[in-house]
């Protein structure tokens, strides 16, 4: 059964840090690349950033630059998305996500987590 469960969304004021993670179960975890995004109210989901399965490059949506960073541990099956300097904007339920293109069948796994929801605000 393949699980992804997001934990550490809470409140936080503006300039403020969380540490966002999501442990993996029930797939290859560490052959899959992970991703964050985000959904705000009223909003469509969007991608925050994500690492490779291989050597673990990572790439990130331009209004997060500099501010979050992705990190996975394919030991402890868990993906890490450091957030810095948040802002009121970052206000959203965080989704982690794992895909992997499935070989012969032009088609991916794709899986998603149930969401963590970050509030900044004063």
């Known amino acids: 059964q393949v699980q992804l469960v997001e934990s550490g969304g809470g409140l936080v004021q503006p300039g403020g840090s969380l540490r966002l993670s999501c442990a993996a179960s029930?797939?290859?975890?560490?052959?899959?690349?992970m991703s964050w995004y985000r959904q705000a109210p009223g909003k469509d989901r969007e991608f925050v950033g994500g690492i490779s399965s291989g050597d673990g490059s990572t790439n990130y949506a331009d209004f997060v630059k500099g501010r979050f960073a992705i990190s996975r541990d394919n030991s402890k099956n868990t993906v890490i998305l450091q957030m810095s300097d948040l802002k009121l904007e970052d206000t959203a339920v965080y989704y982690c996500n794992a895909v992997r293109r499935v070989a012969g069948t032009g088609k991916q796994n794709d899986y998603w987590g149930q969401g963590t929801q970050v509030t900044v605000s004063s």
């Open positions: 029930g797939f290859a975890f560490s052959t899959y690349r």
